[in-house]
């Protein structure tokens, strides 16, 4: 039977990733060809032939091998065929004066797309734009996986067959102009680091790795770091619209995805075919509100895990006491770390950051328990791959540049970051309301803090002229949790909540009733009735 593996069925729940403010980076998987050459401050790319931001002129060029890469043989099994191209933008759409479909003046950055086209596809609509979230993950890898069809956790049928399905690396991610100034002993220590510092020398050092870090990137991109923002990153989307062909966007995005195409919403709202926002962050929310969120999701996700554990034995082999499993672990990792294999310590911040991954998915819930059960007796290799998973670790003990993308564009979008003596205090404050992930989120606030690079908000107004946009929200989503779905509606304005009554982090394409509803909507328009709401299986 031509099935996936568990494995490769799970591969695109495992892209779906939020970036937890600072500390916490998405997953998204790598192997892409192309150019990743880092950019240097102040120069200009070469200018690329009249048209070649426009659908008709833009060079595709075939690169299966993309798809192989990311997955093997089961890019052969799919029957989908892929090309790519690579889009110039300016690196400042407020000073370039540009539109899509015309050739940018000035500094570009380079935006590397990639379209997967079924061989089963007829009555084409146009192309699904995608993206996963973190900020920091990439779009081409998640067109990927996603135009491997439901078998292999990708789309359902009825959409692969009527889209191409395109994804695009933001600006400052994998192999768009990527960002890459923080060295790989810097995030082993920063991964690795006491979660919840309470000692004001613990919470000084981890202070001094986050000023390292901010000199280090300013020192290499400077005046260029406003740059990453989410709202150039919207506009360079209007590019790959045009790009690809499409007089309007159809576009669905993930976790942080949601804020770029909200405000794709805000700009463009009458280049606007459909929207879904799946996973929604609320842009009104300041950074320590948005924060304390988070803490309280993946404290409610944590819950569940551990009411789950309890109930099947058989299943999990911590159930006798879940939460003091967990929490004797990280005790233990903190006074006698249990040395791995390759040279490291098992750590608290690596243990930390192994239940951090495992929460985003249901299916994650059993690898986190076996986990810790063998960090017991002794063996941390499971932790060690959960957290390197999570962090964009290589076996070779390298890191993509998933982290340095996350901080620049969380930083560069965040306007007022709380002072640290503030964020002293919320560490002690939300230790006490949500006991495992409070004090770490509010630590997570310190890399703003610190940070060295000028500022570009994310504007935060209505889709006025914009036709419904679909709101998805899963009610135990433990990184962007459930209620800022109608939240981020009510700001747009014109928002259709869909509510997912399950586990983990997004809610498409994981049900048919959820299926269903986003399938119509891509497909034929046809908008969810208000206050849907899909049970759990």
């Known amino acids: 039977m031509d099935r996936a593996s568990s494995g490769e069925a799970g591969a695109v729940r495992r892209m779906l990733r939020a970036g937890v403010p600072a500390l916490v980076v998405a997953l998204v998987a790598t192997g ?3 150019d990743s050459s880092p950019i240097t401050r102040g120069t200009t790319s070469a200018q690329p032939e009249p048209g070649a931001v426009s659908g008709g002129g833009t060079a595709w060029r075939p690169c299966d091998d993309v798809a192989e890469d990311l997955v093997g043989p089961v890019a052969a099994r799919a029957n989908v065929s892929y090309q790519c191209t690579t889009v110039k933008v300016p690196q400042d759409w407020s000073r370039a004066g540009t539109s899509p479909g ?26 699904l734009l ?37 994804g695009f690396d933001p600006r400052g991610v994998s192999r768009s102009s990527p960002v890459k100034c923080i060295s790989d002993e810097i995030l082993d220590a920063t991964f690795g680091y006491e979660p919840d510092p309470a000692d004001q020398a613990e919470f000084d050092g981890l202070v001094d790795l986050a000023e390292r870090i901010s000199e280090t990137c300013d020192a290499r991109y400077g005046d260029t770091l406003p740059l990453y923002s989410t709202e150039q990153a919207a506009r360079d989307m209007d590019a790959v619209r045009a790009a690809v062909g499409d007089p309007k966007l159809t576009y669905l995005g993930y976790s942080y995805g949601t804020l770029l195409g909200a405000t ?65 672990a990280l005790d233990k990792a903190r006074s006698s770390p249990v040395p791995g294999s390759d040279g490291r310590d098992a750590t608290a911040g690596w243990v930390f950051y192994a239940i951090v991954s495992s929460l985003y998915t249901e299916a ?22 959960l957290a390197d998973s999570y962090a964009e670790r290589r076996p070779d003990g390298t890191y993509s540049n998933m982290f340095d993308a ?33 004090a770490p989120l509010a630590v997570g606030l310190i890399t703003c803090a610190v940070w060295q690079g000028k500022r570009d908000p994310v504007p935060t ?23 800022q779905t109608a939240r981020l509606a009510d700001m747009l304005g014109v928002g259709v909540v869909l509510t997912w009554q399950g586990e983990g982090h997004t809610a498409y394409p994981e049900t048919g009733c959820v299926n269903r509803a986003i399938n119509d909507y891509l497909i034929k328009l046809t908008v969810p009735r208000r206050g849907l709401t899909c049970p759990p299986r």
């Open 32 to 34: 892409c060809t192309f």
């Open 102 to 127: 015309t050739a940018p003046s000035g500094p570009t950055f380079d935006i590397a797309v990639i379209r997967a086209r079924s061989a089963d596809q007829r009555d084409r609509i146009g192309s």
């Open 461 to 483: 107004g209505r889709a006025d002229g914009a036709p419904p946009i679909v709101v998805v929200g899963t009610t135990g989503d433990p990184a962007t949790p459930y209620e």
């Open 364 to 385: 994650g819930w059993q690898r986190l328990a076996s986990a810790i059960a063998e960090l017991e007796a002794g063996d941390p290799e499971e932790v060690f791959q």
């Open 130 to 166: 995608v993206n996963p979230g973190g900020p920091g993950g990439s779009g081409v890898d998640l067109a990927v996986y996603l135009s491997l069809g439901q078998a292999f956790g990708g789309l359902p049928a009825d959409v692969i067959n009527r889209f191409d399905i395109v």
């Open 264 to 328: 794709y919403a805000q700009l463009y709202p009458d280049h606007i075919r459909a929207l879904v926002l799946d996973g929604a962050v609320d842009p009104r929310q300041d950074t320590v509100a948005a924060s304390e969120s988070q803490a309280k999701g993946f404290e409610r996700a944590f819950g569940n895990f551990t009411e789950w554990c309890s109930a099947n034995a058989a299943r999990c082999p911590i159930a006798d006491d879940p939460r003091g499993a967990i929490t004797t």
């Open 406 to 438: 996350n901080t620049a564009i969380n930083c560069a979008d965040e306007e007022a970051p709380p002072p640290l003596s503030r964020i002293r205090q919320l560490q002690s404050q939300w230790r006490a309301k949500y006991p495992l992930f409070g």
